[in-house]
């Protein structure tokens, strides 16, 4: 049997989803789990992987494996007009056979996302992203106000799940409120293995 882990599938066009990944994972490592990155390729204008099967950078692509393996699951994805981006979307398209297979059922997952402006829809981008997962039965987690820099942000950071209102770094509040989210999703995971 495999170690456990958290997944954290993101998909990052200009590094600032990525950034939330690396603080999950962070929050994730703090409840004595592995956290493991993926990505997913961009697409084109008709839906289909524009990119090898390893990118030339970062972390690797994403595939049903690492899924079926995972103990938990975080999702993110920069807003594009208050929905989740493409690839995002295409990427959870092709997980049918999962779906089909009940593979991810009773697993915890968390979603987290980012956005240029402060009202460009957040929320809504991190519930479109809750979506596949209840479709896939997993047990989906926000972020509790236990988490006081919930009430304190003035930039990024829900409920629902992390965000970032881009910039050149995350605020403190958002740091926080990524950390405390991945360490629940890891913790909620260990409970259930």
């Not at 103990?71 to 979307?89: D, R, V």
């Not at 965000?163 to 958002?174: A, G, T, V």
Request: charged share 15%.
């Amino acid at each position: 049997m495999k170690s456990p882990y958290i997944l954290i599938v993101y998909f990052s066009r200009n590094g600032h989803v990525h950034k939330l990944a690396q603080e999950l994972a962070i929050g994730v490592e703090s409840a004595g789990m592995a956290a493991v990155m993926r990505t997913v390729p961009r697409v084109s204008a008709v839906c289909e992987s524009v990119a090898e099967d390893i990118p030339e950078s970062g972390h690797i692509f994403c595939d049903n494996d690492d899924l079926i393996n995972c103990s938990g699951l975080l999702l993110g994805s920069p807003t594009h007009f208050g929905n989740m981006a493409s690839p995002l979307k295409y990427f959870l398209d092709q997980t049918s056979e999962l779906w089909l297979n009940g593979a991810l059922i009773d697993k915890p997952a968390g979603v987290f996302t980012s956005t240029s402006s402060i009202h460009g829809g957040q929320e809504s981008t991190l519930l479109s992203m809750m979506l596949p997962l209840m479709h896939h039965g997993m047990v989906v987690a926000g972020v509790p106000y236990s988490e006081n820099a919930l009430a304190q942000t003035r930039l990024g950071g829900t409920p629902y799940g992390s965000s970032h209102l881009e910039s050149d770094k995350l605020s403190p509040h958002e740091i926080n409120i990524c950390r405390t989210q991945g360490k629940r999703i890891a913790t909620l995971a260990l409970k259930l293995l």
